[in-house]
């Protein structure tokens, strides 16, 4: 081994390859000690002599600060005594394979100072139920207060590899271990294959691997989740505790990389194996990094699971077999199936990496988060619809969904240091509307969300009219039925479809936040908006100006559209009580007048909302005049209010802010408008009732925050891209005030 090894230069493939081969060869041709195969043999006997799992761990692998995944081999439904001897040979000699060779040289550890174990485990038979991985941190954000499970149907072999598209599940660990169900996120893999046992003569001693194959998965097994809800729960409690085990033992936060399986003869539930997670964890939390792409129009080639946030330009490498290494320069973007160990070599060299296949636990994913390239994985045709050679840009900075573009577009990286912020009494709260970016928003310094809006989830993930769900026979057009059908397929009841997808993206921002505060607004679009949703057109009056018409609160207890509002009602009691996340405030928007507040605390408490009953307060937007001049009467009704600039410049100036016509005289800081503000924040305070701001203007004009500090309101909600900069504002301004005893 030392001819083989001493001076060994891990850069030259061939020379690799020889040492490799030559070093396995080795111990595949030395027998095992016999007092070493007689105790195996006699523990394989003393457990049954079942199919096994053959595994091996070495002490270069899964260190808290470096991990590669699958170094060593993994042999599973090994069956018989020789075929279980010749497993554990295999396993030793995979203490060379290259990759291994070549990442003990990377991360300088002595080959002759590594050693290995194998753990032989009687199988479970999730060939006949599933298996999967889960993070206790979310692996893209780094979000320590999650649980990341992904789960497909089979052998965790193909979850690992890549091979499939799996169920992905992101479980609110503070409100789980006080019993509650907080799924924040459920999202259906294709799950397209699974891998079973196959045949395997016992006596085989040559038998090298696993005697199992894929086979496809029928269609009606696909469209639902491989877990149900409390089973995926029971692994992520699991998974808290095995976290919380590890965490003792070294004395630090661990988040943990887990296997699990389901065993399909007694559906228990078992965990196969668990290691620190060596990416998000180790990231320097002070350090914001955030890339973010110039405006275009470039074509898009094909999508699918962003891994991280980055972005990578470069040319398109299609290699289907790790041998093609030579056609692979530095900076490529490598395009392929799926990558397994096998791929390290390349990936070293590339810049991003394009699967069509895998989830945000396969290989391809962690070893691309470990060596910082950019990754999406599970587009399903990337190498069809990416041509060999071709300049392509692939971006991860758009929310959940990777997208990769042709040509090579501009990009920018901001780094922020927010290790040091300054304390302000103003409340620096954030303007948030993707679910999907909520765990990566959260790492920026605030106190909490001031404004979360329902638009982008009904629009973007639900995408049908509510009253299409409630009264389906009322959509007369076969296509937009047929549509509708597809999308609530797995649902007993449709309007479960639109209460699940709604809860699932409030509990997200609220867990992001939690314990901060998060202003969640009811629903607010327009008529002509609403009627663009999916069966929407055949509910939804014609309108002249949809902005000042239908909207809001008008619409919450109208007999057309109450029923609807009432699955709002019921996604938000869902995220309250069965999650746990009592942090969410309700928020009622376009409240015309207080009568008409009432009349929507009444449609709440029918739905098992009431104010004041499990700490529940309701906010009411000032957006509108009589909302200031009546500000007394709304504050007997509600508990707080939040200034909505944008309709408020409109409805005190009396213009329409979609016009084109009267853009130029729309003015935030309009005098009139300012003593509009000023005359809310005043009757707010007397009224001993909290006050904030979530329009615009406080993200567009720097002057407009020093007047409302002034004021002294309670809040500042921003787009997240002007939280930073706003929070020293304000401090320098209250600092001043301060100094100066005003």
Same mark, same amino acid.
């Given at each position: 081994l030392h001819r083989l090894l001493d001076g060994l230069d891990g850069r030259d493939i061939a020379s690799l390859q020889a040492a490799g081969a030559g070093a396995r060869a080795l111990l595949l041709n030395s027998p095992l000690p016999p007092e070493l195969e007689q105790d195996i043999l006699s523990a394989y006997r003393a457990i049954g002599s079942p199919a096994v799992a053959v595994?091996?761990? $070495?002490?270069?692998?899964d260190l808290p600060d470096a991990s590669f995944a699958g170094q060593q081999e993994t042999y599973l439904?090994?069956?018989?005594?020789?075929?279980l001897l010749a497993a554990c040979r295999r396993c030793y000699a995979s203490l060379f394979t290259d990759r291994a060779i070549s990442y003990r040289q990377i991360n300088g550890f002595d080959h002759f100072e590594v050693a290995l174990s194998i753990g032989v485990q009687r199988m479970v038979r999730s060939d006949l139920a599933c298996s999967g991985v889960m993070f206790s941190i979310d692996t893209e954000t780094g979000?320590?207060?999650?649980?990341?499970?992904?789960? $497909?149907?089979g052998l965790g072999e193909n979850v690992v590899q890549g091979a499939v598209n799996p169920d992905e599940l992101l479980i609110f660990k503070p409100t789980l271990e006080q019993g509650f169900a907080p799924i924040v996120s459920k999202r259906l893999g294709s799950k397209a294959i699974r891998m079973v046992y196959g045949e395997q003569a016992s006596g085989d001693s040559s038998a090298g691997h696993s005697a199992t194959h894929n086979e496809p998965v029928p269609e009606a097994e696909r469209s639902r989740f491989a877990l149900c809800d409390e089973e995926a729960l029971q692994l992520a409690r699991w998974a808290c505790r095995i976290e919380t085990h590890y965490s003792a033992r070294r004395g630090v936060p661990t988040p943990m990389d887990i296997e699990w399986a389901k065993d399909g003869e007694s559906g228990e539930l078992f965990i196969l194996q668990a290691r620190p997670e060596t990416v998000e964890s180790h990231r320097n939390a002070a350090i914001l990094r955030s890339w973010r792409l110039e405006p275009h129009n470039a074509e898009l080639l094909c999508r699918g699971r962003a891994?991280?946030?980055?972005?990578?330009?470069?040319?398109a490498r299609i290699i289907r077999d790790p041998s093609e290494i030579q056609r692979f320069q530095p900076g490529d973007l490598l395009v392929?199936?799926?990558t397994d160990p096998d791929w390290e070599p390349i990936l070293k060299r590339a810049s991003g990496v394009i699967t069509n296949q895998g989830g945000r636990t396969c290989h391809a994913a962690i070893i691309a988060r470990e060596m910082g390239i950019t990754a999406i994985v599970g587009a399903g045709d990337a190498t069809e619809r990416i041509a060999d050679g071709e300049l392509i840009t692939a971006s991860c900075c758009e929310g959940d969904e990777g997208h990769v573009y042709r040509g090579a577009l501009p990009f920018h990286v901001d780094e922020r240091d927010v290790g040091e912020l300054p304390a302000t009494r103003t409340k620096i709260l954030m303007n948030v509307g993707n679910p999907e970016e909520a765990f990566s928003l959260a790492a920026i310094p605030c106190d909490g969300v001031g404004l979360a809006r329902l638009e982008f989830i009904i629009a973007n993930h639900i995408r049908v009219h509510p009253m299409a769900l409630l009264a389906p026979q009322r959509v007369e057009d076969p296509a937009e039925r047929h549509a509708i059908a597809d999308l609530t397929a797995g649902y007993a009841d449709p309007a479960e479809y639109y209460v699940d997808l709604l809860a699932q993206g409030m509990g997200r921002i609220a867990a992001a936040f939690h314990p901060r505060p998060v202003i969640l607004r009811f629903s607010d679009f327009k008529s002509n908006e609403y009627a663009k949703l999916l069966g929407g057109r055949w509910f939804e009056p014609k309108e002249e100006n949809p902005m000042i018409g239908w909207r809001g609160a008008s619409r919450y207890h109208a007999e057309a559209f109450r029923e609807a509002f009432g699955l709002e009602c019921r996604a938000l009691k869902r995220v309250r009580e069965g999650m746990g996340l009592t942090n969410v405030i309700p928020m009622v928007p376009f409240c015309r007048t207080p009568e008409e507040g009432d009349r929507v605390l009444a449609e709440m408490a029918r739905h098992g909302l009431v104010r004041g009953e499990n700490g529940l307060e309701v906010y009411v937007m000032c957006e509108l005049p009589s909302n200031v001049i009546g500000a007394e009467a709304f504050a007997e009704r509600f508990d707080g209010f939040s200034i909505g600039s944008n309709d408020l410049t409109q409805l005190t100036l009396g213009l329409d802010r979609d016009s084109a016509l009267v853009a130029?005289?729309?003015?935030?800081?309009?005098?009139?408008?300012?003593a509009m503000i000023r005359l809310a924040i005043q009757t707010a305070k007397r009224c001993g009732r909290k006050i904030g701001i979530c329009g615009q203007a406080p993200s567009d004009h720097p002057e407009f925050v020093a007047l409302l500090v002034r004021e002294g309101i309670d809040s500042i909600s921003l787009n997240p891209d002007a939280v930073l900069t706003t929070r020293v504002a304000v401090a320098a301004i209250e600092a001043e005030w301060a100094q100066a005893g005003t």
């Amino acid at each position: 081994l030392h001819r083989l090894l001493d001076g060994l230069d891990g850069r030259d493939i061939a020379s690799l390859q020889a040492a490799g081969a030559g070093a396995r060869a080795l111990l595949l041709n030395s027998p095992l000690p016999p007092e070493l195969e007689q105790d195996i043999l006699s523990a394989y006997r003393a457990i049954g002599s079942p199919a096994v799992a053959v595994r091996s761990s $070495a002490t270069a692998e899964d260190l808290p600060d470096a991990s590669f995944a699958g170094q060593q081999e993994t042999y599973l439904n090994v069956c018989g005594e020789a075929a279980l001897l010749a497993a554990c040979r295999r396993c030793y000699a995979s203490l060379f394979t290259d990759r291994a060779i070549s990442y003990r040289q990377i991360n300088g550890f002595d080959h002759f100072e590594v050693a290995l174990s194998i753990g032989v485990q009687r199988m479970v038979r999730s060939d006949l139920a599933c298996s999967g991985v889960m993070f206790s941190i979310d692996t893209e954000t780094g979000f320590r207060n999650a649980v990341l499970l992904t789960a $497909a149907y089979g052998l965790g072999e193909n979850v690992v590899q890549g091979a499939v598209n799996p169920d992905e599940l992101l479980i609110f660990k503070p409100t789980l271990e006080q019993g509650f169900a907080p799924i924040v996120s459920k999202r259906l893999g294709s799950k397209a294959i699974r891998m079973v046992y196959g045949e395997q003569a016992s006596g085989d001693s040559s038998a090298g691997h696993s005697a199992t194959h894929n086979e496809p998965v029928p269609e009606a097994e696909r469209s639902r989740f491989a877990l149900c809800d409390e089973e995926a729960l029971q692994l992520a409690r699991w998974a808290c505790r095995i976290e919380t085990h590890y965490s003792a033992r070294r004395g630090v936060p661990t988040p943990m990389d887990i296997e699990w399986a389901k065993d399909g003869e007694s559906g228990e539930l078992f965990i196969l194996q668990a290691r620190p997670e060596t990416v998000e964890s180790h990231r320097n939390a002070a350090i914001l990094r955030s890339w973010r792409l110039e405006p275009h129009n470039a074509e898009l080639l094909c999508r699918g699971r962003a891994i991280g946030a980055s972005v990578s330009s470069g040319l398109a490498r299609i290699i289907r077999d790790p041998s093609e290494i030579q056609r692979f320069q530095p900076g490529d973007l490598l395009v392929t199936e799926r990558t397994d160990p096998d791929w390290e070599p390349i990936l070293k060299r590339a810049s991003g990496v394009i699967t069509n296949q895998g989830g945000r636990t396969c290989h391809a994913a962690i070893i691309a988060r470990e060596m910082g390239i950019t990754a999406i994985v599970g587009a399903g045709d990337a190498t069809e619809r990416i041509a060999d050679g071709e300049l392509i840009t692939a971006s991860c900075c758009e929310g959940d969904e990777g997208h990769v573009y042709r040509g090579a577009l501009p990009f920018h990286v901001d780094e922020r240091d927010v290790g040091e912020l300054p304390a302000t009494r103003t409340k620096i709260l954030m303007n948030v509307g993707n679910p999907e970016e909520a765990f990566s928003l959260a790492a920026i310094p605030c106190d909490g969300v001031g404004l979360a809006r329902l638009e982008f989830i009904i629009a973007n993930h639900i995408r049908v009219h509510p009253m299409a769900l409630l009264a389906p026979q009322r959509v007369e057009d076969p296509a937009e039925r047929h549509a509708i059908a597809d999308l609530t397929a797995g649902y007993a009841d449709p309007a479960e479809y639109y209460v699940d997808l709604l809860a699932q993206g409030m509990g997200r921002i609220a867990a992001a936040f939690h314990p901060r505060p998060v202003i969640l607004r009811f629903s607010d679009f327009k008529s002509n908006e609403y009627a663009k949703l999916l069966g929407g057109r055949w509910f939804e009056p014609k309108e002249e100006n949809p902005m000042i018409g239908w909207r809001g609160a008008s619409r919450y207890h109208a007999e057309a559209f109450r029923e609807a509002f009432g699955l709002e009602c019921r996604a938000l009691k869902r995220v309250r009580e069965g999650m746990g996340l009592t942090n969410v405030i309700p928020m009622v928007p376009f409240c015309r007048t207080p009568e008409e507040g009432d009349r929507v605390l009444a449609e709440m408490a029918r739905h098992g909302l009431v104010r004041g009953e499990n700490g529940l307060e309701v906010y009411v937007m000032c957006e509108l005049p009589s909302n200031v001049i009546g500000a007394e009467a709304f504050a007997e009704r509600f508990d707080g209010f939040s200034i909505g600039s944008n309709d408020l410049t409109q409805l005190t100036l009396g213009l329409d802010r979609d016009s084109a016509l009267v853009a130029d005289l729309f003015d935030e800081r309009h005098a009139t408008v300012m003593a509009m503000i000023r005359l809310a924040i005043q009757t707010a305070k007397r009224c001993g009732r909290k006050i904030g701001i979530c329009g615009q203007a406080p993200s567009d004009h720097p002057e407009f925050v020093a007047l409302l500090v002034r004021e002294g309101i309670d809040s500042i909600s921003l787009n997240p891209d002007a939280v930073l900069t706003t929070r020293v504002a304000v401090a320098a301004i209250e600092a001043e005030w301060a100094q100066a005893g005003t």
